[in-house]
């Protein structure tokens, strides 16, 4: 369910890839993964708070095992990761379209 978003931020950032504007496309595919990732996070966070609350309206007080940062950091470095792979697939993206402009016999 956390790594579903890069296809499709992939094929957001196609589009500016596409028309010869890697950086828009990149910065679209960024903002549909940091999205996903920030939704994640406030349901993540909204569970938490009702967990909490049946604990303390019960008159015990728990806390979450792992806490609420290292589950919010989790998501949040999944979220990174993805932008990075989706940099990554930027640079190939754009060093072929860069090489079609050349002909076969002055490439490398």
């Not at 007080?61 to 290292?70: E, K, Y």
């Amino acid at each position: 369910m956390c790594t579903a978003p890069l296809p499709f931020a992939a094929a957001v950032a196609a589009l500016g890839w596409r028309r010869n504007e890697p950086i828009l496309g990149n910065l679209a595919g960024t903002v549909v993964i940091f999205a996903t990732a920030l939704a994640l996070i406030l349901r993540e966070s909204v569970e938490l708070d009702g967990l909490t609350r049946q604990c303390l309206n019960a008159g015990l007080t728990c806390w979450p095992h792992p806490s609420a940062f290292a589950r919010y950091a989790t998501y949040a470095a999944i979220g990174l990761l993805e932008v990075m792979a989706l940099f990554l697939v930027s640079l190939a993206v754009e060093r072929r379209m860069r090489r079609r402009r050349y002909a076969p016999e002055w490439q490398r």
